[in-house]
C-alpha cells in the first residue's frame, strides 16, 4: 500500500512515474488492471494510461463514442472525489442504455471495479479506475477502502503536475512583450493555463470572452464553434507538416458587423509533459 502511494507521489518527477504508479495499484488492490484517464477538450481523450494493456482487436479504448453517455464509469461520476463502484454502476444501467460499453468491457475482462474522479469540470475529467476481471470478482471492503487511499495521493499527485503544466505556460508568456498584447495559452483540454494582463479585459467587455469552468468562450456561439474546429483542425496536425496557424474574426454584433477582432492561433511545439497539461495553443485577439 505504501509503495503505490510512494508512486504516486514520485510520479511527476519520473518519466515513467504515472505507468508505474498505475501498476503500482492493480497490485496493492490484487486487481487485474488499472487506469488513469482524461476525457473532454478538442482532442476528446487527450491521454489514457492503463497499467497492462489489455489485448483489443475491437479498438475499444481508443473508441472516442464508448467515453459519452453508454459509459456507466464516466455516466455514475458525480462530484471529484467521490468513489463510485458496482453498486453505482447498476444503477446508471437500470437508466441507461449501456450495452455497447457492457460488451467492450466484456471483451476487454473489466466488467468490475470502482473509480474516483481525481479533476471533474464541465470541460474535463481525469479518472482513476481499478478494473477487476472475471476471476478478480467485484470489490469488497477492503479493496474500496486500500482503492479510496490512494487515491487521495494520486489526487495530490495530479495537481502537481497540472501546476507544473501551469509553470511551463507562465514561463512562455514571460517572452511576450507588452500589456496591450492578448494573449492567452491553452492545455489539450482548451482549458486556460496562462494569459497576458492585455487579455484579462476582454472578459469584461461586451461581445469578447466569457468563462465556462476554466475553458474560455467566445460570446458569439457561432464563432465559438468555428473556434472549437480550429482547435481540432490544429490538434490533428502533426505540427510540422500539417496546419500551425489559423486566422478568424470574432466579436461580430449590430455594432460590430464585421467584428470586433482578429484572432490568431498557433499550434505550439509539443512537450513532453504528462496528461497535456503544458500549453498547447496560442491565442491572440488584435482590434481589428
Sequence with gaps: MRDAER??????????????????VAQATNSANAQLIGIGGPRTAPFNVIGDVPPD????????????????RVGSTLAAGTLQHEADYAAYRALHDTRDYDDACSDLDG??????ALILDPSCLIGLTLMRSRRDGPCDGQTIDAFRRIARQAMRAVRVQLALGLEAADLMLSGIGGEREATFLLDSYGQL????????????MPYGLKLDGMAPRLANADEQRALEGVYR???????????????MRAGRSAEWPEGRWRVHVVRLPAVVHAFNFQPALAVTLTPL
Excluded at 508512486?7 to 503500482?24: E, Y
Excluded at 482487436?57 to 456507466?72: F, Q, S
Excluded at 466488467?111 to 474516483?116: E, H, V
Design 57 to 72: 482487436p475491437h479498438g475499444h479504448l481508443t473508441n472516442a463514442y464508448l467515453h459519452g453517455k453508454v459509459n456507466w
Design 193 to 204: 493555463a496562462a494569459l497576458t494582463p492585455g487579455a484579462e479585459h476582454l472578459f469584461d
Design 233 to 247: 483542425r490544429l490538434f490533428a496536425s502533426d505540427g510540422i507538416n500539417g496546419p500551425v496557424l489559423h486566422e
Design 111 to 116: 466488467l468490475f471495479g470502482c473509480q474516483m
Design 7 to 24: 508512486a504516486f507521489l514520485n510520479a511527476p518527477f519520473d518519466p515513467d512515474g504515472w505507468q508505474h504508479a498505475i501498476q503500482h
